[in-house]
């Protein structure tokens, strides 16, 4: 840390604008090209692929709505500052942590050694007996509602395929899949967090960023229930329930 | 707030995958449009046509990148907790307040009523006027280096143009920056916050809500800055600077 | 901004542990101050009496707490990352809003104008029709459960009255509360609120600077909550009810 | 999860005020009770003997301020928002992480560990064997300035002695310490981080939210620091430093 100099290769500002990753705003990237390409570009430092781009869609278009109870932490921290709408979708991505950003990194990390593996199959077989000698899901695998598939699973799968880039990442997911299912003696479903995983490590997107990933796709979700909450408040509501579903069942000072 | 029923518009789950805006989000959405449409959509509520998705991309791509000062807060936090990078993003997200996304709003409403208005000229005559009284900067106006025009804004402004939505908003923003520069004598440089806020009032974005454009543009404008971070650390030389460069003043306990 | 030199009267390390506000931390400050003389010498730079000790602890335990409603955007982070407790508490601090910590700022600085004015009496008649013009409620009066007094208000000011420190600002309140009773000739209460302002004020707390107290006493509020949610978890049977209880309205694509 | 029926044993409101842990909030708490024993009361259920309210203080006076480097995040945060001081707050505890109170949560459950093995100084020693193993550092030993002693160590110690809680953390703490020497050949500081995880551990905090201790004591010190900020503003420069120290070195566009 101490000897490596103090330098970044993301941006400058200058009399044209700004240069962002050796492209002119104004002259490449405003108006030339879209939101995705300028993510991928900003974060990974090149110009994606059209087929890179259609996968990265994809991957973001899945992640944006996580249904009102995603939102309601967002929703309540609007009522209690409507001023200041930065905070409630920060508290949004606050959400964005372990139990779901952090396992599609696990995901990841798992897809990169069967990868990394000379025996793919014995690397696969050998994570799933890990979780299960744990007595922990494999991460990425089962759905409480999707079953025997997640459709969303699918799409993606399809679409990767479709763009041409079903490869090293897939591959190892239906190697790890295949274990799972077998270990299990059933079929159990490979789940959206899976796919994304994927499908992300098939673009280029190393495990470490990819909670990264979710957090850009979500921040939209999370602006638009805060716009539907705007003119069709919910929060309030459901604060007192939540008040009134948990009662309070400690002492009661005695009466002066 | 008591008698309207709670009611969402966004989205539902089912045994589909889910259903958003109308839309199967495995049929509809998935691989079948762009992240920008995705935006567009679960915010506003209707499919976008091409020429609001070239406008919102131009925009969502301006905002991206503000430079490694936008990200120091967002880096510490990250040197903090590596471990919960949700963490350093919500403190990147916190950071598009009032003086960014505030002054973005600001400038949609005085837009808005420029618009509403019977005399838009002598409307803006009026605003200018009441930034004067109160010896305000007129929000929208004026840069420190882009002087007679920012390039962001031409191009924004061209994006438009080109895109057929060059309509009241890009009028009405005409017709406060004359009123800017009767008042002041001198041409005053349309910044790239007033041309974005014209360009969002072109689409149909409400200005209550225009500083979620905002928070979803910066969101991987953060991530691409924390991905540095984690190969070329810059957070610890910054925070040790900050550290000496504001010198202790006060007391001194004297020796025991 | 620019010519003033950058430094602080806060702190500064050194070989005896630190210095503080021209205390040893090791010396005079650990193991003989309380946290709350700690809290008022670090924000405000003296150390407090004993009396303005007294009334900031009232104050401090007054804000602790607000029941589980307020607790529900932390749960809901909490059950997200629970390995980032972090996250929970900022979440749950960024609720502290204009609603509440604002309010309180607004009404610091009504009781700051009408110690100032010549005529204080007026002052506050014009104050409350300033609010009742604008069809506003005036911030601190007014209770939907505390009629005609909030217990919480009498119980503060009886302690303030004790401590020696009912002053200026109490008797502003008074002033404003009658001007209050006199416009909507009935008695309104002074709720918390509107006690707490007084209260600050008389120990020299800014207005500009107390919703910091109402953040440093909710912090172990929330703390507490999610203590508690580590092992009687209620964030997700409150999640799902949210979800239940805001049905989805809008279209529904054809089966195909 | 499902089988436990929601319920709170913090608080209820009710006619008179509010109920918290038992005690009626006017009658009990406001003005009868200092901040941190209500801050033990709230969190963990029972009122402090006047023992562990000295040692909490201790605890909680040490870790209020870390100098102007912890409070960067939340100066830049309040720069940009200045309306929305709990915005910057919230940047402020979200840097409570893995590095700092995650680091506390490790060293208690050590110290745990140890108070439960049957031979105490050979899980001493199998834990410091494990870190050298994974070539990491114990955690809670070694400073980069206080050689051989901490000042702050000592003296939190010396107050838990004074007060009659110096028990089986302390020990504990102290047998790690001995088989860290050992290992190592020579003596290696009891860091403060160390000091406080056994001080909390005695006067019963459990380790799981023993980073929410963190969290109240720092909370006072953003709110100082940003206090500061108010007046003398530091973010601004500290930020153009920042820009300034790390420069662009990626590509440059061909000048059109």
């Known amino acids: 840390m101490k000897t490596q100099p103090l330098q970044t290769r993301i941006s400058t500002f200058d009399e044209t604008g700004a240069t ?4 002119s705003l104004v002259d490449d990237l405003i108006g030339e090209v879209t939101f995705s390409q300028m993510i991928y570009l900003h974060i990974l430092g090149t110009m994606p692929t059209p087929a890179q781009v259609r996968v990265l869609d994809a991957v973001l278009v899945t992640l944006v709505d996580h249904g009102v109870m995603a ?6 921290v609007y009522m209690s500052s409507p001023d200041a709408i930065q905070g409630a979708i920060a508290a ?7 139990q779901f950003g952090g396992v599609m990194e696990e ?21 799933v007996a890990r979780y299960r000698a744990a007595r922990q899901p494999v991460p990425g695998f089962g759905h ?10 699918l799409k993606l799968l399809q679409v990767a395929e479709q ?8 591959s190892a ?20 967090t899976a796919a994304i995983a994927a499908l992300l490590g098939e673009i280029g997107v190393p495990g470490r960023i990819m909670r990264g990933f979710a957090a850009i796709s979500r921040t939209p979700g999370i602006v638009g229930h805060l ?14 329930t939540a008040q009134e579903m948990v009662p309070y069942v400690g002492e009661v000072p005695p009466r002066k």
Chains 1, 2, 3, 4 share one sequence.
């Open 20 to 23: 962002i990753r050796g492209k």
């Open 163 to 170: 763009a041409g880039l079903s490869g090293r990442f897939v």
């Open 227 to 240: 716009h539907e909450e705007q003119t069709h408040p919910a929060a309030y509501s459901i604060g007192m």
């Open 144 to 153: 409480p509602h999707f079953r025997p598939e997640d459709p969303r699973s």
């Open 173 to 192: 997911l239906h190697t790890l899949a295949d274990a799972v299912d077998k270990a299990l003696g059933k079929h159990v479903t490979i789940n959206a």
């Open 107 to 127: 995901i990841g990390r798992n897809l990169e050694s069967i990868i990394a593996a000379q025996d793919p199959q014995g690397e696969a077989t050998a994570i």
């Open 92 to 98: 949004g991505i606050l959400g964005m942590g372990s």
């Open 71 to 76: 939102s309601v932490a967002s929703r309540l």
